[in-house]
């Protein structure tokens, strides 16, 4: 079974450039998830998906931070203008449904703000 | 407020020991907590899940437990390889699905 893609797997920008990054989570998966471990610390949830509707954004920084899941499988993430802070590595995880026991990870974006 | 703390924050062993990593939690309602291995720029893994009825589970060389009553588990890992060098991050799940990681314990096995 194929697994969660991200891509890029790495990342360099300067503060005040714009990025993206992708996922494709696991066919048949429903809900998706990004996302943002600091160096040294657990994941953040940053946004939450369930088919193509968001779930939960409320750890989302609205005014720099964008997500969207068109169709209901892929997505992509978006940080425009980014910051030195936004330095991290970003993970998109999957899960057949909301209330599944276990969420799949992809393998991360790392992402470097200089 | 739903916390999940882990202990210790880093951890050296020599290879062959046995070792107990810890996790605290506040979650409620409690639906599943899930130890995973995160090996250095990869995605974390799933090493165990962990119901409220489940008190212990192994995995090969690994084994949680859980005490629902004092929201504290445990992953024994025994006999560690160079190979279980990682983080190991303790994830409890709130009832309508809401995920709660802790900060890791990072694992460094030595030869």
């Known amino acids: 079974e194929a697994g969660v893609a991200q891509s890029p797997r790495y990342k360099i920008i300067e503060k005040r450039q714009s990025v993206a990054f992708w996922c494709n989570p696991i066919?048949?998966?429903?809900?998706l998830y990004w996302y943002q471990q600091i160096l040294g610390q657990g994941p953040k949830l940053l946004i939450q998906?369930?088919?193509?509707?968001?779930?939960?954004d409320s750890q989302l920084p609205k005014d720099r931070f964008s997500a969207e899941r068109l169709k209901g499988v892929d997505s992509t993430l978006k940080i425009q203008p980014a910051k030195l802070e936004d330095s991290a590595v970003y993970l998109c995880?999957?899960?057949?449904?909301?209330?599944?026991?276990?969420?799949?990870f992809g393998q991360g974006t790392r992402l470097t703000v200089v | 407020k739903n916390q999940v703390e882990q202990s210790p924050q880093s951890l050296i062993i020599l290879e062959g020991k046995n070792c107990t990593l810890q996790?605290?939690?506040?979650?409620?309602?409690?639906?599943?907590l899930r130890w995973y291995k995160q090996d250095t720029g990869r995605g974390p893994v799933s090493l165990t899940i962990?119901?409220?009825?489940?008190n212990t589970k192994s995995n090969g060389r690994y084994t949680a437990t859980l005490d629902a009553d004092t929201k504290q588990s445990s992953l024994h890992i025994t006999a560690s390889q160079l190979s279980d060098s990682a983080s190991y991050i303790c994830v409890v799940s709130e009832v309508g699905n809401n995920l709660f990681f802790g900060t890791g314990t990072r694992l460094t096995v030595i030869p």
């Open positions: 962990m119901t409220f009825s489940e």
């Open positions: 066919s048949g998966h429903a809900t």
């Open positions: 996790c605290n939690y506040t979650v409620s309602p409690f639906s599943n």
């Open positions: 995880a999957s899960s057949e449904g909301q209330t599944a026991t276990e969420a799949f």
């Open positions: 998906f369930q088919n193509n509707g968001v779930v939960d």
